[in-house]
């Protein structure tokens, strides 16, 4: 089966760390660019990073630039998102997604295309 | 960065209505639009690429257009499922961003 399966989250106090997981099966997941999506609770979608194929690029949202990391194991189908210095804004659900491009991933025409269930992090003192 | 100002914020409306869902990106993003739709407790759902194409699986009712700066998302006859939160996305550049949302109840 298709699927992206978060895990990891958790509650924790403001500074500390965490780190997210996301397992991939059912399709060639070395083919694929990943992401993480979050979503606080009862607001909108913030796309958080992307990183390519072979984990050589990555991008982030300049409020998590410096203290999240995004990565992935290829011999694992895993995608991580190590997450320190967490502060009471970075609660939400976090998902990790698939991105599909059509042309290629730089040309503006691509769009995530599997998601997981989420992993809900909370950051409370 | 590209702000995505979307529009309305809520919509009420009835199964049969037709309804459109506005977007207008802060600069010209040709046609780097996505629109998604979230259901309560679930991962949103793709049912828009590239401003117009139409993703497989997802109804025909579902449209839809823009290019520049204002682009669409219409629904030509509302149907019971389609009760839902959609979100425009660009994707033209980094950071990639999502409109706030459009929630969409029934009237």
């Known amino acids: 089966e298709v699927q992206l399966v978060e895990s990891g989250g958790g509650l924790v106090q403001p500074g500390e760390s965490l780190r997210l997981s996301c397992a991939a099966s059912?399709?060639?997941?070395?083919?694929?660019?990943m992401s993480w999506v979050r979503q606080a609770p009862g607001k909108g979608l913030e796309w958080v990073a992307n990183?390519?194929?072979?984990?050589?690029?990555?991008y982030y949202v300049d409020p998590v630039k410096g203290r999240f990391t995004i990565s992935r194991d290829n011999a694992e189908t895993s995608l991580h998102l190590q997450m320190n210095s967490l502060r009471a804004e970075d609660t939400a659900l976090y998902y990790c997604?698939?991105?599909?491009?059509?042309?290629?991933?730089?040309?503006?025409?691509?769009?995530?295309?599997?998601w997981g269930r989420g992993t809900l992090v909370v950051v409370s003192s | 960065d590209i702000h995505m100002t979307q529009s309305p914020s809520s919509l009420s409306a009835s199964v049969g209505d037709r309804v459109t869902i506005t977007c207008r990106a802060s600069?010209?993003?040709?046609?780097?639009v996505n629109w998604y739709q979230q259901k309560p407790g679930k991962a949103p759902k793709l049912l828009i690429s590239?401003?117009?194409s139409l993703q497989s699986g997802v109804p025909s009712r579902f449209s839809g257009a823009g290019s520049g700066t204002d682009f669409t998302l219409t629904i030509s006859s509302l149907q019971p499922e389609d009760f839902a939160t959609y979100y425009c996305?660009?994707?033209?550049?980094?950071?990639?961003?999502f409109g706030q949302g459009t929630r969409l109840e029934i009237k």
């Open positions: 059912g399709f060639i997941f070395n083919n694929h660019w």
């Open positions: 990183i390519n194929q072979q984990g050589s690029e990555k």
């Open positions: 996305q660009q994707i033209y550049s980094i950071p990639i961003t």
């Open positions: 600069q010209n993003i040709i046609n780097s």
């Open positions: 590239l401003a117009s």
């Open positions: 997604a698939r991105i599909f491009c059509t042309r290629n991933c730089y040309s503006g025409d691509w769009y995530f295309d599997l």
